[in-house]
């Protein structure tokens, strides 16, 4: 039995030494040079987790939906500017009692399998979301729809019981399927999720579980044909990973955050050679809100106290890089619905300590803790376990400590969060985030009425000039007139200050420079507006891709 | 062993559902588009919303049948092995997926690890505290005290972006497909090669260790004394007579890594991107996919029994002594 260890030992030691051999020299090729649009090539991108399936209105992961919306439509789509034009539909009209809206497909629709694409695939989707034996959480909307009909092949009508402003909105949400692929299956177990038919610029062309995802360019597509022949989505749920992936060449495209994007890229010249960066601003906030039915948050000086008490520029700065901004409303900035009128509070530790004053606090036993009837003004923060949201909260920590309030911070698991924490409303003050949609409707996160377990009111909000002006938003389907309300539903919720805005932070995305034909500076829509019209010059593509 | 599986499962079962949160309760979840409503009607169609002892029961009333069941938050893909529908569409099972993968891994790791530690241990204890001795000590603990996630991201850089060696992440290239069989063997041994050696590397230690320390117990034995005296030359006294002697005790090391044989790293196949067990499990737990985390744990406690069965019977089979001991 002769094991010869000295040589396995010796091959071993010669692994290790081996690695210091003189790097590859790299191939000087200008990705900054333009090149006319071409149709071609592979764009490669990565995320962090696999989609379930590809039916988005059951698999509500964001992972399902990034993947779908390339293979189906809706009937309404988001221009660049965020105003509503046709995506299936080539026009569309709403009745003068504004209940019902007739729909007109684009003619001579196709799905990828040759199939005709008519208002039966529509009317077939409609009865999909609502059915008893859907549970898709996206239901609800649809729900309110009293009469849906296809009178004929290329109409589409629906009826509301009264008018519902959010109505366009949600067709803009609905992915149609294929009615002659998915009558009478379950949706929540066909194989279709894995193997989708679609109408949009790409199809499934290839799953690799657990690996990747290829799309290929759909030649029925109803909108015409994209520049890039496939998509790659590569599933690497380590960002350290993607990162090293993207540093190595390896894919085009990933978000990034605050400190990849504002310090690594911009520190190493061989990145900025081939990455371009790009940032946009998301349709999301990060709020701290307060349980307002504990005591002392029912206290609207309180709120103002602790509202002015905290530095929202110093999270920007600290948290974000500066990559953030203050905002005073629940609306994305610039967007219509956004009220400019509105101010952010601003820092102000003195006015904050008169007004703890003046709700009855004092520190009686001069340990740098409010009191108030005896008892110490102190509470803890929740949050889930994002790293962000945990630096904003130490920051809020030592700001509260300066005008007297103790504070102390939990981060949790997101579901013992959800369903220990929130659902119980068994909390003082929470920071989470809202990511919204891109209808101003927000009366499920507002109105009185939402606050039973399981609803977004979990704070407890309730104010009746709010729900009377979120009531009157939903029936008003004028957009100026709609803009008022919304405009005096963020004054009063500002006013009011049940959560207090801690930032909108900035989406961040690095893409490699071989990639042409994205806008920057981003639309309000963001850069993925026009993915249809990106394409990769043929020098610039990589060749181990362009021989299969 | 049945009724020591079906303790298990009744633990793993109930601290499973201790957890606060179900299945409904995931981050997208979280959307205000989406309603209580559906929520409760998801729970319905998983039973969720029957008393714990009943979905126990009737989880147990699906094992009789060996039915592993299907995911909750995967598109309801089987847990374990593949179903066919009504149209012949296979829908391949979650674990049957992830285990060859991982098995694949740790088998290639342990096998790395037993090469490399059995001639170090080896080594180590025939120059026991010479500068041989020392330095395999001193490399060993380096190897053991290296966080294996940070080594992993050092080597990925350096190997992998620097000096463009072995691919970063992933299991096959994205052109796998259309190479030959030859290319296809390289390509998977250059993604295998970071996720198998790093393993390996931190895991050398404890071996290692265990082998130089039968060694030295072994060769004060009298027998090898009288080895020694009877001239045989050195290298028939350490091969034939000690090492032997020496390499049973990992029998029992072996017999007990086989129930780690399916549990992948969560953090090695998150950072490698390895769709293996590990993270399966790992996510499986995070979304509440009851089904799931329920049909890893029974299959681990089966292995782990049968390991310890194996690593008894393996045992006997060497050591005479222990043969006797039974016959007796």
Redesign the interface.
């Known amino acids: 039995m002769s094991l010869l260890p000295r040589t396995k030992l010796f091959i071993f030691l010669l692994l290790l030494a081996g690695c210091n051999a003189p790097s590859k020299p790299t191939t000087a090729v200008n990705y900054d040079l333009n090149f006319a649009s071409t149709s071609g090539g592979t764009l490669i991108n990565a995320m962090t987790g696999e989609p379930s399936g590809l039916i988005s209105m059951i698999a509500s992961e964001s992972a399902s939906s990034a993947i779908s919306s390339n293979i189906f439509n809706t009937l309404l789509k988001y221009d660049k500017n965020l105003e509503l034009e046709g995506d299936l539909v080539e026009s569309w009209q709403i009745s003068a009692d504004q209940k019902t809206v007739r729909f007109k497909l684009k003619p001579n629709l196709k799905w990828a399998d040759n199939h005709s694409l008519t208002s039966a695939d529509v009317l077939f989707t409609w009865q999909a979301v609502i059915d008893e034996k859907t549970a898709s959480p996206y239901a609800s909307d649809f729900q309110l729809v009293k009469k849906a009909e296809a009178p004929d092949a290329l109409s589409f009508v629906v009826t509301y019981d009264q008018a519902y402003a959010p109505a366009l909105d949600s067709w803009a949400g609905l992915q149609i399927l294929p009615k002659h692929m998915l009558e009478n299956q379950d949706l929540h177990t066909t194989a279709f999720a894995r193997k989708p038919i679609g109408s949009n610029f790409y199809q499934l062309d290839k799953w690799a579980h657990g690996e990747h995802l290829k799309l290929s360019k759909n030649p029925n597509s109803a909108l015409g044909q994209a520049k890039i022949d496939h998509l790659i989505t590569r599933i690497i749920p380590d960002n350290s990973a993607q990162f090293l992936e993207l540093m190595a060449d390896n894919i085009d495209l990933m978000g990034l955050d605050p400190i990849k994007f504002s310090r690594i890229i911009p520190a190493r010249p061989e990145l900025q050679k081939k990455l371009a960066l790009y940032k946009e601003l998301g349709n999301s906030y990060t709020y701290m809100g307060f349980n307002l039915k504990h005591k002392p948050f029912d206290d609207v000086r309180v709120r103002h106290a602790i509202n002015y008490a905290i530095d929202k520029q110093e999270i920007i700065d600290g948290v974000y890089l500066g990559l953030g901004i203050n905002i005073a409303s629940p609306y994305k900035p610039g967007t219509r619905w956004s009220n400019p009128d509105l101010t952010p509070y601003p820092y102000n530790p003195d006015k904050a300590r008169a007004l703890l004053k003046e709700a009855g606090f004092t520190d009686s036993n001069g340990d740098g803790i409010l009191e108030r009837d005896g008892k110490a003004f102190s509470f803890e923060i929740i949050t889930n376990q994002n790293k962000e949201r945990e630096k904003s909260a130490v920051l809020i920590q030592r700001r509260l400590k300066e005008v007297g309030i103790d504070v102390r911070i939990r981060a949790i698991e997101w579901a013992s969060f959800i369903s220990r924490f929130i659902k119980t409303g068994d909390f003082d003050v929470v920071i989470l985030g809202w990511g919204l949609g891109l209808d101003p409707d927000q009366y499920n996160i507002w109105h009185s009425s939402q606050q039973a377990p399981g609803q977004f009111n979990f704070i407890g909000y309730n104010n009746p000039k709010v729900d009377q002006l979120l009531e009157q938003g939903r029936l008003e389907l004028d957009a100026d007139k709609r803009q008022e309300i919304y405009h005096a539903f963020a004054k009063t919720l500002l006013e009011d200050s049940p959560i207090i805005y801690l930032s909108a932070g900035y989406g961040l995305t690095a893409i490699h420079k071989r990639v042409k034909g994205i806008d920057n500076p981003a639309p309000p829509a963001g850069i993925g507006h026009n993915a249809e019209e990106w394409y990769i010059p043929q020098p610039l593509r990589r060749n181990e891709i362009s021989h299969h | 062993m049945i009724p020591m599986l079906i303790g298990i499962s009744l633990i793993s079962f109930f601290i499973m559902h201790l957890?606060?949160?179900?299945i409904t309760?995931?981050?997208?979840?979280?959307?205000?588009?989406?309603?209580?409503?559906?929520?409760q009607?998801?729970r319905e169609?998983y039973n969720l919303d029957k008393p714990v002892i009943v979905q126990y029961g009737l989880w147990l009333k699906r094992m009789a049948t060996l039915d592993f069941g299907?995911s909750f938050?995967?598109?309801?893909k089987p847990v374990f092995w593949q179903t066919t529908?009504k149209?012949g569409?296979v829908?391949?099972g979650m674990i049957q997926?992830?285990l060859p993968i991982t098995l694949m891994i740790n088998l290639l790791g342990l096998t790395i690890t037993l090469?490399?530690a059995?001639?170090?241990g080896?080594?180590a204890a025939r120059k026991y505290q010479g500068w041989q001795d020392r330095s395999i000590t001193l490399f060993n603990f380096i190897g053991f005290s290296i966080p294996g996630f940070w080594l992993s991201?050092l080597l990925?850089?350096?190997?992998?972006?620097?000096?463009?060696w072995f691919?970063?992440?992933?299991?096959?290239?994205?052109?796998y497909?259309?190479l030959d069989t030859w290319d296809k063997i390289k390509d998977s041994f250059s993604h295998l090669f970071l996720p198998v050696v790093i393993p390996s590397i931190t895991g050398l230690a404890g071996i290692t260790l265990f082998v130089k320390n039968g060694m030295l117990e072994v060769l004060q034995q009298d027998y090898i004394t009288t080895a020694r005296a009877k001239g045989l030359n050195e290298?028939k006294v350490v091969?034939?007579h000690a090492?032997r002697n020496a390499l049973l005790p990992l029998i029992t090391i072996i017999g007990l890594s086989i129930p780690g044989l399916i549990g992948g790293s969560v953090i090695a196949?998150?950072?490698?991107?390895?769709?293996g067990m590990g993270?399966l499990f790992y996510d499986a737990v995070?979304?509440?996919d009851f089904p799931v985390v329920m049909g890893i744990l029974t299959i681990g406690s089966a292995l782990t029994l049968i390991g310890n069965l194996l690593a008894d019977v393996a045992y006997a089979w060497a050591d005479p002594r222990v043969r006797r001991g039974v016959a007796r």
């Open positions: 957890a606060p949160g179900d309760n995931n981050e997208s979840a979280f959307n205000p588009k989406a309603s209580e409503e559906s929520r009607k998801l169609m299907k938050a995967s598109h309801q529908d149209d569409n829908s391949k997926q992830a090469v490399l059995i001639p170090l080896i080594i991201l990925m850089y350096w190997l992998g972006v620097v000096n463009n691919p970063i992440s992933g299991l096959h290239s994205l052109n497909d259309s290298h091969y034939r090492l196949e998150t950072i490698f991107a390895i769709p993270k995070l979304m509440r």
